[in-house]
């Protein structure tokens, strides 16, 4: 490291090799640079990479195996002759520190303080794994013959275990040794395979096409085409077979009304226009139809007496009286028609009968008007041929 960072560098006029040696000890400082800033306190900065799965117990988060950190490395002790070096680097997550130091007595890395290790270990012999022969073993094997006969033993036994496992493993690897034929078989159908795909694509883009849909088709099922062969479609009626089921219903209908409806029209009165219920023929349309035109009749004014000319008279049987006399009905005749009847000479005031000329002028002008049974009979001819009757 200290020979690449001297390689080509600027030697001042003033250098000396007897006196400086080098240029670090010129410059004063370390040929490892700002990694050995804390050497003076025992501690070594190093690129450290993370041996095994943890969690950070500063923000929980997982630190996966080979992340790189600098860390701070220093010595903290010896198994027998073997140094521990303890390890402290910061989270690049969060502001924890992570403080490991190594075991040299199990050949691993220890968590002190800062995270928790992801438990990812087994035991080889529960995992079946081949386990490399302990010492111990190997010098017992070569001074103890009985011991060696009962390993030897033991060994057989899993030879005749495993025996079925390897023999079925040789199979597999005769099926798999003829590799031509294995990738011709591989290939014909990938090809098979590729030709139904794309005729299944070109079907789905001619329906499409054909339906106008903009909407991705999923490839069809054994249920949906049980389904497609219960359905029944059938065209719908033409524009000529419509118009002449129409025109057959208009023949069959009845041009008259039904006898309920009849008997409640002829029930009612002339001026009174029918109700939505009433006769079983007549539509909803109809009666609407109906009371629109009896709207738009219009509907004659009523007819007083002063329009016809007729000017009514006080009763002249109770002189000095300004008030009319009551007039009482003839027998047989309605309370309201002597009221209707058109006033005679009696019904005059009296300042009339008293005054000759007043009276002779009026009898004149009785005499020129119609008489009242003529006007009754000209308005009954009138309104014979009215709408209203």
Same mark, same amino acid.
């Given at each position: 490291?200290?020979?690449?960072?001297?390689?080509?560098?600027?030697?001042?006029?003033?250098?000396?090799?007897?006196?400086h040696?080098?240029?670090?000890?010129?410059?004063?400082?370390?040929?490892?640079?700002?990694?050995?800033?804390?050497?003076? /306190?025992?501690?070594?900065i190093?690129?450290?990479?993370?041996?095994?799965?943890?969690?950070?117990?500063?923000?929980?988060?997982?630190?996966?195996?080979?992340?790189r950190?600098?860390?701070?490395?220093?010595?903290?002790?010896?198994?027998?002759?073997?140094? *521990?070096?303890?390890? +402290?680097?910061?989270?690049?997550?969060? !502001?924890?520190? *992570?403080?490991?130091?190594?075991?040299?007595a199990?050949?691993?890395?220890? *968590?002190?303080?800062g995270?928790?290790?992801?438990?990812?270990?087994?035991?080889?012999?529960?995992?079946?794994?081949?386990?490399?022969?302990?010492?111990?073993?190997?010098?017992?094997?070569?001074?103890?013959?009985?011991?060696?006969?009962?390993?030897?033993?033991?060994?057989?036994?899993?030879?005749?275990?495993?025996?079925?496992?390897?023999s079925?493993?040789?199979?597999?690897?005769?099926?798999?040794?003829?590799?031509?034929?294995?990738?011709?078989?591989?290939?014909?159908?990938?090809?098979?395979?590729?030709?139904?795909l794309?005729?299944?694509?070109?079907?789905?883009?001619?329906?499409q096409?054909?339906?106008?849909?903009?909407?991705?088709? !999923?490839?069809?099922?054994?249920?949906?085409?049980?389904?497609?062969?219960?359905?029944?479609?059938?065209?719908?009626?033409?524009?000529?077979?419509?118009?002449?089921?129409?025109?057959?219903?208009?023949?069959?209908?009845?041009?008259?009304?039904?006898?309920?409806?009849?008997?409640?029209?002829?029930?009612?009165?002339?001026?009174?226009?029918?109700?939505?219920?009433?006769?079983g023929?007549?539509?909803?349309?109809s009666?609407?139809?109906?009371?629109?035109?009896?709207? +738009?009749?219009?509907?004659?004014?009523?007819?007083?007496?002063?329009?016809?000319?007729?000017? +009514?008279?006080?009763?002249?049987?109770?002189?000095?009286?300004?008030?009319?006399?009551?007039?009482?009905p003839?027998?047989g005749?309605? +309370?309201?028609?002597?009221?209707?009847?058109?006033a005679?000479?009696?019904?005059?005031? /009296?300042?009339?009968?008293?005054?000759?000329?007043?009276?002779?002028?009026?009898? /004149?002008?009785?005499?020129?008007?119609?008489?009242?049974?003529?006007?009754?009979?000209?308005?009954?001819?009138?309104?014979?041929?009215?709408?209203?009757?």
């Amino acid at each position: 490291m200290g020979e690449r960072k001297g390689v080509n560098k600027y030697y001042p006029p003033d250098f000396n090799p007897k006196k400086h040696g080098s240029l670090n000890r010129y410059h004063n400082s370390h040929p490892l640079r700002e990694r050995a800033r804390k050497l003076s /306190q025992g501690i070594l900065i190093i690129r450290f990479e993370m041996p095994y799965n943890i969690w950070c117990d500063g923000c929980k988060n997982h630190i996966g195996m080979g992340v790189r950190y600098n860390a701070e490395k220093k010595k903290v002790g010896n198994y027998y002759t073997t140094p *521990i070096y303890r390890f +402290r680097m910061k989270c690049h997550l969060c !502001v924890n520190y *992570i403080e490991m130091q190594t075991d040299p007595a199990n050949c691993d890395y220890v *968590i002190v303080s800062g995270a928790q290790r992801k438990e990812e270990r087994w035991d080889m012999v529960d995992n079946e794994q081949v386990l490399p022969t302990e010492h111990e073993t190997k010098q017992k094997l070569e001074t103890d013959a009985m011991f060696r006969l009962e390993h030897g033993e033991a060994d057989r036994g899993a030879l005749r275990k495993a025996l079925p496992t390897l023999s079925h493993i040789q199979e597999a690897q005769s099926a798999w040794k003829d590799d031509f034929a294995l990738n011709s078989t591989l290939r014909r159908k990938f090809r098979e395979k590729k030709k139904a795909l794309q005729e299944e694509e070109q079907r789905d883009q001619a329906l499409q096409a054909k339906a106008s849909l903009a909407i991705p088709l !999923v490839p069809e099922t054994e249920a949906d085409r049980r389904l497609a062969a219960l359905l029944r479609f059938h065209t719908p009626d033409s524009y000529e077979d419509r118009q002449k089921l129409k025109r057959s219903e208009i023949i069959s209908r009845s041009w008259f009304a039904s006898p309920s409806g009849s008997g409640s029209s002829s029930s009612s009165s002339p001026g009174s226009s029918p109700g939505p219920g009433a006769g079983g023929g007549s539509s909803k349309a109809s009666s609407v139809l109906r009371k629109l035109a009896q709207s +738009r009749r219009p509907t004659p004014a009523a007819i007083t007496v002063e329009d016809l000319g007729i000017v +009514r008279r006080r009763s002249r049987d109770v002189p000095g009286s300004h008030q009319p006399a009551a007039e009482t009905p003839k027998p047989g005749e309605p +309370r309201g028609a002597a009221q209707d009847r058109p006033a005679g000479a009696r019904d005059c005031p /009296q300042e009339t009968a008293d005054n000759p000329k007043t009276a002779g002028a009026e009898g /004149q002008a009785r005499e020129a008007a119609p008489s009242p049974s003529s006007l009754s009979s000209s308005l009954v001819a009138d309104y014979s041929g009215s709408e209203s009757e």
